[in-house]
């Protein structure tokens, strides 16, 4: 007996969508291999961080942030051992308590949003000393904020950076 298979209609294979990518996600998986110095991406956000009020933790206490500006992408690498206990260039000791941060331009004693765009955490730092001393780094974090965005193992991570503003609380 030889076995004949009848027709069977097939239905067209229609390939499935594709996940749109956030302008952040696009910049970092474009810049993921290229060795560049920071980029401003005016418009990008990670979706997780639009311009609305979130909260952060700033010296140990909980506040409400804006954020105002553009987000700027780039690299940010860690700072801490030997300097730990010298002066930062606000006059205060870098620690290992405080969620700080060096940064080149931006005006010492703001707030900034750094996000980890490598695992999505994200912690909002003071900006109290200068840095970092490498062009391809755009921020130098404390040790307590690199354990935040949890990078010390990598060492140099792709980080979003938006200054923000603290919101008063209309609870209070």
Same mark, same amino acid.
């Given at each position: 007996m030889i076995f004949i298979p009848t027709p069977v209609e097939v239905a067209p294979i229609? @390939? /499935? @969508?594709?996940? =749109?990518? %956030?302008?952040?996600? =696009?910049?970092?998986?474009?810049?993921?291999? =290229? &060795?560049k110095p920071s980029r401003l991406a005016a418009n990008a956000r990670p979706a997780s961080h639009a311009n609305l009020v979130n909260t952060g933790e700033v010296g140990g206490k909980i506040i409400k942030v804006q954020a105002i500006g553009p987000c700027l992408l780039g690299r940010a690498a860690w700072y801490g051992g030997r300097y730990v206990g010298r002066r930062t260039s606000s006059g205060e000791l870098l620690d290992q308590t405080h969620a700080t941060a060096a940064h080149r331009t931006l005006p010492? $004693?703001?707030?900034?949003?750094? %996000? $980890?765009? $490598? $695992?999505? *955490?994200?912690?909002?730092? *003071?900006? %109290?000393? *200068?840095? @970092?001393?490498? &062009?391809?780094?755009?921020?130098?974090?404390? @040790? *307590?904020?690199?354990? &935040?965005?949890?990078? =010390? %193992? /990598?060492?140099i991570v792709p980080v979003s950076v938006e200054r923000v503003v603290e919101v008063a609380d209309a609870s209070k």
């Open positions: 229609v @390939p /499935a @969508p594709q996940p =749109k990518l %956030t302008v952040a996600a =696009k910049a970092a998986s474009h810049h993921a291999g =290229k &060795e010492l $004693n703001s707030l900034v949003r750094v %996000t $980890n765009l $490598n $695992n999505g *955490r994200s912690v909002v730092v *003071r900006i %109290t000393d *200068r840095g @970092p001393v490498s &062009e391809r780094l755009l921020i130098d974090m404390s @040790p *307590r904020a690199a354990d &935040e965005l949890a990078m =010390k %193992t /990598a060492g």
